[in-house]
């Protein structure tokens, strides 16, 4: 069974930085997978932030992240980071991880979050200003 866990999130000055992780279990990596971060932020709808192939390690970012939150994955450790940086006020959300099986990372796939099977619990990030 896959079971992905999201930790890191913590409050922060803005301009401060974090490191989200997230540890996949029961999970083995193919070439035609896509694992990615998606935010919450209270009263809006969950969008991506960025994926990148477990394989082959092609990223892709929403504009709001790209440049400040690079995604890192790590096959030994079964591990997906986000190192956030020059946070601001309106990274203020609930960050998930999620893994897409069969579906390779495309420019598209942080609009079409119906892709990604499985998901983590969630964890807060909050920046105050």
């Known amino acids: 069974q896959v079971q992905l866990v999201e930790s890191g999130g913590d409050s922060v000055q803005a301009g401060g930085s974090l490191r989200l992780s997230c540890a996949a279990t029961?999970?083995?990596?193919?070439?035609?997978?896509?694992m990615g971060w998606f935010r919450q932020a209270r009263g809006k709808e969950r969008g991506g932030v960025a994926s990148?192939?477990?394989?082959?390690?092609?990223?892709y970012y929403v504009a709001s992240g790209e440049g400040r939150f690079p995604i890192t994955h790590d096959n030994a450790k079964r591990s997906l980071y986000l190192q956030m940086s020059s946070s601001k006020p309106e990274d203020t959300a609930m960050y998930y991880c999620?893994?897409?099986?069969?579906?390779?990372?495309?420019?598209?796939?942080?609009?079409?979050?119906?892709?990604?099977?499985?998901w983590g619990q969630g964890t807060q990030v909050t920046v105050s200003s």
């Open positions: 999620a893994a897409a099986m069969g579906t390779p990372c495309r420019d598209w796939i942080l609009r079409e979050e119906g892709y990604f099977a499985y």
């Open positions: 029961g999970y083995t990596y193919s070439s035609t997978d896509c």
């Open positions: 990148i192939s477990p394989v082959g390690a092609y990223t």
